[in-house]
Nanobody, 124 residues
Framework: QVQLVESGGGLVQAGGSLRLSCAASGRTFSTSAMGWFRQAPGKEREFVAGISNSGDSTYYADSVKGRFTISRDNAKNTVYLQMNTLKPEDTAVYYC?????????????????WGQGTQVTVSS
């Protein structure tokens, strides 16, 4: 199983940027698609972005498309989420997750390992 540790969250003004990182340990990182999810207070966890095991394919929720970019470095066992033009509605705890398959999935049931989450707060 993959262990995941997120970092890079914080407080930023609307219109600003943040870059989240997720460091993975375990031998299966390069064989797993990766995803970012988020959960705002009082709301269900939602898919944000996904990337295939090779990094060739990405997929985004409509709410972040054009503003967020997911990427990965398999040599460093790390996946990133670059978040630009942040909005107050992006405020949430962001979770990194390792998929059960090499190809992109967006249902949380298809992810087997989760990080502890990192808080992102966007002020207006």
């Amino acid at each position: 199983q993959v262990q995941l540790v997120e970092s890079g969250g914080g407080l930023v003004q609307a219109g600003g940027s943040l870059r989240l990182s997720c460091a993975a340990s375990g031998r299966t990182f390069s064989t797993s698609a990766m995803g970012w999810f988020r959960q705002a207070p009082g709301k269900e966890r939602e898919f944000v972005a996904g990337i295939s095991n090779s990094g060739d394919s990405t997929y985004y929720a409509d709410s972040v498309k054009g503003r967020f970019t997911i990427s990965r470095d398999n040599a460093k066992n790390t996946v990133y989420l670059q978040m630009n033009t942040l909005k107050p509605e992006d405020t949430a705890v962001y979770y990194c997750a390792a998929g059960k398959y090499p190809w992109i999935r967006y249902n949380s049931r298809d992810f087997g390992s989760w990080g502890q989450g990192t808080q992102v707060t966007v002020s207006s």
